[in-house]
Structures are given as structure tokens and as C-alpha cells.
């Protein structure tokens, strides 16, 4: 079992419609979640960050984690063709080594 | 306002050849990663540090070699270069353990023919 894992997508929105985009994770004892954005050919930038059960909301974009089901999520409201790209889950395991892992990541297409 | 800077940007290498990999930051962050990513893949961690003197190994570390000696560098080096290392690398950095943000270098586009 991969410790994140994502559907690759790509998942097509039509703009203004709410982005949905999911991701679990293996090591129940984790404790810290990130959504990163990038761009094809660029860096991936920090677009969230979450540590506790329930949502986390910062402008047009919402995290949420289930601890319980090693579940977190990012919704995108109104969503823009400027927010197509791919999106990357990554969590900070739990083990004394604090490795970063990240998923592979799904694609989102937001059609004009 | 450097943050963590790459080099090279690009390198063709042929088989059989070695490189390093430059990685430095200038945040002061004690965390540091490589990272390859394949074409349409995600983040495959390589090596990871967590200060000074400390390496350990991450979910595909074959073929790579990494060292420590200073808080700012993290060179990541690639020893008898295959084709299946023919890969974008990035290193990033974090201040530390926790929901602080991971800062990334531009990468390095490495083919290996």
C-alpha cells in the first residue's frame, strides 16, 4: 500500500464550479498534511497546511482531515483556469525520521 | 531573498558518468530533501536530513549518495548514472517537524543517455 495516495485524475471543472480533490494516507500516526500546487514545468508552492480534525478555511480553498478514516481533502471554490495544475498531497510521517511524503498527485482542468 | 537554489538547472549526463547535485539554503533550516520527479508522476523522496551530520534514506535511495557537513548543503550525488535516472530533482527545505512549509528549489532536469 502507497502511504499517500491520490487519483491521478484529471478532474474537469467548468469555471466557478467547486473543485474537489482527495487523499489518504497509510501511517495512522500522522500528524501534519499539506496541499501543494504546481505548475507544469515549475516547483511545487504550499497552498495549505492542516494538523487538526475538521476544516481549515483560507480564501477560495478549504482543507479538511479525518483522522479517524486518514482522509484529507481540498476544495477549490470558484474555481479558475488559473488554478489548473496539478496538486500534490504530502504528509509528515509520525516516525522519529519526520520523512515528507508526498502523493502523485492529481491534475485539475478548469474549463473557461 | 535566495531560499534553496539548485545547480545545475539542466545536465545531460551519459552512462556510466557520476554528478552532484548542488543544493544550499540560506532560511537556517535544520530539514532538508531530494526529491525526483518523473514525467506526469509525483514526489519520490530520495534522501532526507534532519541537521548536520544526519542522512537517512527515503523510498528510493538506489543509486543516489548523499552528506551533510553544514546546515546550508545538501548535495546529492549520482553515482555510475543509469537511464532510469533521467528524472526532474528537487531539493526543499523546512524549518522543521510540523505544519511549517517546505520550501523548493527550481529544480534540476537531469537526462541520462
Known amino acids: 500500500q502507497k502511504e499517500v495516495e491520490q487519483n491521478s485524475g484529471p478532474l474537469s471543472v467548468p469555471e466557478g464550479a467547486i473543485a474537489s480533490l482527495n487523499c489518504t494516507y497509510s501511517?495512522?500516526?500522522?500528524?501534519?498534511f499539506f496541499w501543494y500546487r504546481q505548475y507544469s514545468g515549475k516547483s511545487p508552492e504550499l497552498i495549505m497546511s492542516?494538523?487538526?480534525?475538521g476544516d481549515k478555511e483560507d480564501g477560495r480553498f478549504t482543507a479538511q482531515l479525518n483522522k479517524a478514516s486518514q482522509y484529507v481533502s481540498l476544495l477549490i471554490r470558484d474555481s479558475q483556469p488559473s488554478d489548473s495544475a496539478t496538486y500534490l498531497c504530502?504528509?509528515?510521517?509520525?516516525?522519529?525520521?519526520?520523512?515528507?511524503?508526498f502523493g502523485s498527485g492529481t491534475r485539475l482542468l478548469v474549463r473557461p | 531573498n535566495a531560499g534553496v537554489t539548485q545547480t545545475p538547472k539542466f545536465r545531460i549526463l551519459k552512462i556510466g558518468q557520476s554528478m552532484t547535485l548542488q543544493c544550499t539554503q540560506d532560511?537556517?533550516?535544520?530539514?532538508m530533501y531530494w526529491y525526483r520527479q518523473d514525467p506526469g508522476m509525483g514526489l519520490k523522496l530520495i534522501y532526507y536530513?534532519?541537521?548536520?551530520?544526519?542522512?537517512d534514506k527515503g523510498e528510493v535511495p538506489n543509486g543516489y549518495n548523499v552528506s551533510r557537513s553544514t546546515t546550508e548543503d545538501f548535495p546529492l550525488r549520482l553515482e555510475l548514472a543509469a537511464p532510469s535516472q533521467t528524472s526532474v530533482y528537487f531539493c526543499?527545505?523546512?524549518?522543521?517537524?510540523?505544519?511549517?512549509?517546505?520550501?523548493f528549489g527550481q529544480g534540476t532536469r537531469l537526462t541520462v543517455v
Open positions: 501511517d495512522r500516526g500522522s500528524q501534519s
Open positions: 526543499a527545505s523546512k524549518r522543521d517537524r510540523g505544519v511549517t512549509e517546505a520550501f
Open positions: 536530513s534532519v541537521g548536520a551530520g544526519i542522512t
Open positions: 504530502a504528509v509528515n510521517s509520525e516516525d522519529s525520521s519526520y520523512k515528507l511524503i
Open positions: 532560511m537556517n533550516h535544520n530539514y
Open positions: 492542516i494538523y487538526s480534525n
